[in-house]
């Protein structure tokens, strides 16, 4: 008769291999749902772009969005369509306020960056010029629209202290700019991801990334006994 062997007698390989798997299910699971909740967020933000008219709706689904992000990236729970859309109304005014000059300032600088590369060698410093402004907008975007969800401030304060924000943490802004470098990269060689993933990828993205920079940075404050 075959003896029943007892679990303790196992080998250890055996169980980490076990242990392994059930890891690589879970990564797998929550990598599946962050994807899924990027779809979620990017469908959301499009509909009330559009809802809004595009130039009205950008502003506040924009912040919507963002807010939305943060709440997700602290670990609350939430029902993503009813609290999308009071964010919505809530922002509708100072929403576009914050992010239709952002919108305005890189549609602008993107027609001259074209512009530019038109005129051949003759616009060479005048087209990498406004490619400067235009990762310089970036940067500072990436960390505005976070900050704008994250703290209560005036709204004329967001501008400035983004931009210092961007100015004095050089690795964290290139970490930004490589990232939505990635994504736009990625949407250029499949347009599809733009209207699916790619938006609400980048919001939620950005937002946790932000999220961590700023709790390291009111970490170094209190240590400083500045806050």
Known sequence: MQRRVPPSTFAPSDRSSETTASGWATRL???ADEVVWAAR?????LV????????????????AAY??????????????LPAFAAAYRREFAR????????AGAAALLVVNYFYFASLGSAGTAFRLATF???????????????????????????LPKASLFAITRPAASVLLLFVFTAIVYASATFPFLALV???GGWIQLDTWLCQRFFAENEARLHAKGLS
């Open 67 to 80: 807010t939305l992000a943060r709440r997700r990236a602290l670990g609350e729970s939430f029902h993503s």
């Open 29 to 31: 699971y929550e990598a």
């Open 197 to 199: 993933v790619s938006v």
């Open 48 to 63: 009330f772009t559009l809802a809004g008219g595009v130039v009205l709706g950008l502003g506040p689904a924009t912040v």
């Open 41 to 45: 967020l990017n469908l959301l933000w």
């Open 95 to 102: 929403g576009s306020l914050v992010v239709l000059p952002l």
């Open 132 to 158: 400067a402004a235009i990762v310089a907008l970036v940067v500072v975007a990436a960390y505005l629209l976070p900050m704008y969800a994250h703290y209560d401030l005036r709204t004329a304060s967001y």
